[in-house]
Nanobody, 114 residues
Framework: QVQLVESGGGLVQAGGSLRLSCAAS???????MGWYRQAPGKQRELVAT???????NYADSVKGRFTISRETGKNTVYLQMNSLKLEDTAVYYC?????????WGQGTQVTVSS
């Protein structure tokens, strides 16, 4: 069974940086992988996605601050988060989308403090 394992969350001061990682434990043929986040009392929202060909898409709120990347040939995706703001505090979820199935990680907490 495929699992997405996330790492890299934690507590950081505003203006700081964190790097999230996500690796699939099994073999999947993902069309794209991405990161979503959910803050308390809010719906889960898209942060960034990257296709197997390397095309990226970002939420307006993170453009210029976050960078998504993936290892070529591997179902591993990263999210470099710079200039973090208080409003970036959320649980961040990794997603891998195949032609038939959408896989989700368990989530990793990112907390930005003032």
């Amino acid at each position: 069974q495929v699992q997405l394992v996330e790492s890299g969350g934690g507590l950081v001061q505003a203006g700081g940086s964190l790097r999230l990682s996500c690796a699939a434990s099994g073999t999947i043929f993902s069309i794209f992988m991405g990161w979503y986040r959910q803050a308390p009392g809010k719906q889960r929202e898209l942060v960034a996605t990257i296709t197997s060909g390397g095309s990226t898409n970002y939420a307006d709120s993170v453009k210029g601050r976050f960078t998504i990347s993936r290892e070529t040939g591997k179902n591993t995706v990263y999210l470099q988060m710079n200039s973090l703001k208080l409003e970036d505090t959320a649980v961040y979820y990794c997603n891998a989308q195949t032609a038939k199935v959408s896989y989700w990680g368990q989530g990793t907490q990112v907390t930005v403090s003032s």
